[in-house]
């Protein structure tokens, strides 16, 4: 456990900043979400450095500051025309771009609910705690966001053409 504050800084930023940018698609937002993040931890930091989960504290702190800012802006993500070929080698990049744009149109527990397992790989019961949930909402969130992905991007839920689709055990 980080004791001291700007060592938790040091160790956990990134991890922070990517949870931000999918919570909030934009580069931008997600390190002034972080800044925002930081420094209210920062200012709580001897409460929260005694906690058994010093990370989980400073994740609900994202989680509750993304909420207000999704609550109060309320916009939504434009649609771009300028989409890559099937057949261009940044294809990948635009898939990514694609996945941000669709966890973006994810009710915000749900969105809150899939980033929390999947970028920042938190269990069931360790999310519940960080949103204050039952277990079997988290599941019952992540198995309704992932089922919304992937009507919205039937690309990304097909197997990879690398992967053999037959025929393995």
């Known amino acids: 456990m980080e004791t001291d504050f700007e060592g938790f800084v040091a160790a956990r930023a990134g991890a922070l900043f990517r949870g931000a940018l999918v919570l909030t698609g934009n580069r931008e937002a997600a390190e002034d979400l972080v800044q925002e993040t930081l420094e209210r931890a920062c200012r709580k930091w001897r409460r929260i450095a005694v906690t058994d989960a010093p990370?989980?504290?400073?994740?609900?702190i994202m989680v509750n500051l993304a909420n207000?800012?999704?609550?109060r802006f309320r916009r939504t993500v434009p649609d771009r025309g300028d989409r890559v070929a099937p057949g261009d080698e940044y294809g990948q990049v635009d898939s990514r771009d694609q996945l941000v744009r669709a966890l973006q149109q994810l009710p915000m527990r749900m969105r809150t609910v899939v980033v929390l397992r999947?970028?920042?790989d938190l269990s069931d019961a360790e999310i519940a705690a960080d949103l204050d949930i039952s277990p079997?909402?988290?599941?019952?969130?992540?198995a309704r966001g992932i089922d919304k992905l992937r009507s919205q991007l039937p690309a990304l839920?097909?197997?990879?053409?690398?992967?053999?689709?037959?025929?393995?055990?």
């Open 55 to 60: 990370d989980a504290y400073v994740r609900r």
């Open 118 to 120: 999947y970028f920042h």
């Open 68 to 71: 207000d800012r999704w609550r």
């Open 157 to 169: 839920s097909s197997p990879s053409p690398r992967q053999p689709t037959e025929g393995v055990r």
């Open 136 to 142: 079997s909402t988290v599941r019952s969130q992540l």
